[in-house]
């Protein structure tokens, strides 16, 4: 659950002549990144929700001299030298930066336990507190919770853009004018951002929907844990893609996650009447999606500020959930919601949307204090995390077998980030 980059507070002259061409770059075989400067906010770090959210993603970093993020994971791989004046203010406001990441990460694995109830039929909190599921796990109602929880996320951004990042509506209006002024280089490649922003929004739209239905089938801190491969997959897209050789620790730590994601679909992953199939599918293919969100967002994170392109990004989603609640599904599908239980079910979108943008907050403002790689490596944890909560909580319990498939994908996950953040040292 990662956010993209942000430029620094003093752009380069590239950054201010033009946008950059993706061909070109791949081309080249390399990413640029910005130094980390301000707050990187997205989240969503959000399976997040997970999010960092809004996680999470993020979610899922880069080390301490780039910026990635829980809820957009966005990883870049320019390495940018900081000075030593840098390390040492970074070093000294570690502790701070450390407990924000812990509550983001937290944050994020409540939201994760607090869907489970949504759509559970009973749940008992704390095995004491009996509380009755708001929805059916069905496509629409995942649809409808996704909409409600954009449409308090997304008015509370555009009050929050400004104050984090001033030029936000220049950087938007540049972007959107770029499709109605004559056509030039500078603008081809502002749309060609533009295009890629919402392209990446879509994706993370998919992955919400798919992890909302995987939760709602199968054990929490499991379909967290199989959306987990996401790690593994942007790393073989990067590979494949952008042509980044794979060093022999990071096809371990791919080795780890895929290990851990068959111990874990080894065992029983159903619940009561959930779908054990559909649930593990819907897991896996939604750590996909977020897998090609990442690599779109590394494209994107050059040349675009992430509060501007976390707008673009939740306004794609908010779009997508009204068109997908008005498409007819089959009645299995469809919106199925009890009039009864409206109140509480805004209440309790509300509730999700504004976890969502506290965990986004706290993890960008840890994650320019103690470093996005090293914030990674922490929001790694957040299968069993997840894991311990939900057991707690609501008293899911996993075989003993998927709770070592869950060390291994936690493994993999934080040895990824470890992998980078060490590259960057060496090249710095």
């Not at 944050?107 to 704390?126: D, G, Q, R, W």
């Not at 075989?399 to 953040?421: D, I, N, W």
Request: hydrophobic fraction near 50%.
């Amino acid at each position: 659950w990662e956010t993209p980059p942000h430029p620094t507070e003093e752009p380069t002259q590239q950054q201010e002549t033009g946008f950059w061409d993706v061909a070109t770059e791949l081309e080249t075989d390399r990413i640029r990144e910005y130094p980390e400067t301000e707050i990187d906010l997205s989240e969503e770090s959000e399976a997040f929700g997970s999010s960092r959210d809004h996680l999470v993603a993020t979610n899922s970093s880069r080390d301490s001299d780039t910026t990635f993020s829980m809820n957009g994971v966005s990883p870049t791989e320019q390495v940018t030298a900081s000075t030593p004046p840098q390390r040492r203010r970074n070093s000294s406001i570690a502790p701070m930066g450390l407990l924000l990441i812990l509550v983001s990460t937290v944050v994020i694995s409540l939201y994760n336990v607090a869907i489970k109830v949504l759509f559970n039929p009973n749940s008992l909190i704390f095995g004491v507190f009996e509380v009755e599921g708001l929805l059916a796990p069905t496509l629409g109602n995942s649809l409808l919770i996704l909409m409600l929880r954009m449409l308090v996320v997304v008015p509370l951004m555009l009050v929050l853009a400004p104050i984090l990042h001033p030029q936000v509506w220049q950087d938007l209006q540049s972007l959107v004018g770029s499709r109605r002024t004559k056509s030039t280089t500078a603008n081809a490649k502002a749309k060609q951002v533009l295009l890629l922003s919402i392209i990446s929004g879509c994706f993370l739209f998919l992955s919400q929907v798919l992890i909302y239905i995987a939760i709602s089938q199968i054990a929490t801190g499991v379909a967290i844990a199989l959306m987990f491969v996401y790690p593994a997959i942007s790393g073989l897209l990067a590979w494949s893609l952008l042509r980044e050789q794979p060093t022999s620790l990071r096809l371990s730590a791919i080795a780890s996650i895929f290990l851990g994601q068959m111990l874990i679909l080894a065992g029983d992953t159903s619940i009561g009447t959930g779908n054990a199939f559909l649930g593990s599918i819907t897991a896996v293919v939604s750590g996909i999606a977020f897998a090609f969100y990442v690599i779109l967002t590394n494209i994107c994170a050059t040349k675009l500020h992430p509060v501007p392109f976390t707008l673009i990004n939740f306004a794609t989603m908010l779009v997508l959930s009204f068109v997908g609640l008005i498409i007819p599904l089959p009645i299995t599908w469809s919106l199925q919601v009890n009039p009864n239980k409206l109140l509480e079910l805004i209440l309790a979108a509300f509730i999700l949307g504004v976890m969502t943008l506290f965990s986004h907050v706290f993890n960008n403002v840890g994650i320019r204090k103690l470093g996005a790689t090293r914030s990674a490596i922490l929001g790694a944890t957040v299968p069993v995390i997840t894991v311990i909560l939900a057991g707690l909580i609501i008293q899911e319990t996993l075989l003993p077998a998927q709770v070592l498939g869950v060390l291994f994908v936690t493994v993999g996950a934080a040895a990824v980030s470890y992998e980078k953040m060490r590259n960057r040292a060496k090249k710095a």
